[in-house]
């Protein structure tokens, strides 16, 4: 997805992860749940609100105990990810009983650009593997999550594909890896469709001056961490006690944007 300036700031600012839930001084330290993304995940900072990204939400979808550590960064694909270190950095920090949810595609469809593109069925399935490989070296759980789809219609209203082979790519080496795989792409297209062309407006970054139909506003992103919520419960990466509030209305008021740092 092309990149506003606004955007390509709040990568730098989203460098640095924010995690929620984590214990206090002195407490034994639970588990974590580490977010390796793009900008329909990453923490948003003040000067990109409304726009929100899933990981912001997925937070009021687990136990307390159940810290979420969102390294979702702008613009990057599952090549350039590993290519900034930033794979490593999470690689350093995750520990046995962890998770990892890695969500590419959008910035590896990127035919024109190197630093970003990977093919479908060779490249993206073979840096996808270092983060499964990653994890599990590491007694880290890694979870596949296909990409969330963009908000597109064709002339009768129906939602349309927009990540060409990269989901089924993904669904490939989820059952060649036996990697537990959350299907966003799929449930999210059936979500914009069943919404449809007018009322998904109020899910993604619509603003008196924008028309953004990548990225979500606070209902967008909120509804799309139910989708991941109910995924990891129902692929059993997560039990019942470790998620809540699956069916209940969250307010828009719980997403906050930090300022950036100084």
Not at 94 to 108: E, K, T
Not at 149 to 162: I, M
Not at 222 to 236: G, H
Request: proline share 6%.
């Amino acid at each position: 997805m092309s990149l506003s300036r606004r955007q390509v700031a709040g990568a730098v600012m989203a460098a640095v992860p924010l995690t929620f839930g984590t214990a206090h001084a002195g407490e034994q330290r639970g588990r974590t749940l580490f977010i390796a993304g793009d900008s329909t995940a990453a923490q948003k900072y003040a000067d990109a609100a409304p726009e929100t990204g899933w990981g912001m939400a997925l937070p009021f979808f687990v136990r307390k105990g159940l810290a979420v550590s969102n390294h979702a960064v702008n613009g990057r694909s599952s090549k350039s990810f590993v290519d900034e270190g930033r794979l490593d950095v999470i690689l350093g920090a995750i520990r046995p009983g962890d998770f990892l949810v890695i969500q590419f595609a959008h910035n590896d469809e990127k035919v024109a650009d190197p630093v970003r593109y990977t093919e479908p069925w060779t490249t993206y399935k073979d840096y996808l593997r270092l983060y499964v490989e990653g994890a599990r070296a590491r007694g880290a759980r890694p979870v596949l999550a296909t990409a969330v789809e963009r908000r597109r219609f064709d002339s009768d209203g129906n939602a349309l594909p927009s990540h060409g082979d990269y989901p089924a790519a993904m669904r490939s080496l989820a059952e060649e890896e036996q990697v537990a795989l959350l299907d966003l792409q799929a449930l999210s297209l059936a979500l914009w469709q069943s919404l449809g062309v007018e009322e998904t407006k109020k899910y993604f970054n619509w603003t008196a001056t924008e028309q953004d139909n990548t990225h979500f506003n606070p209902p967008g992103a909120i509804e799309v961490a139910r989708l991941v919520a109910r995924e990891l419960l129902r692929t059993r990466v997560l039990g019942p006690r470790d998620v809540r509030r699956l069916d209940e209305v969250i307010p828009q008021s719980w997403i906050t944007w930090p300022q950036p740092a100084a």
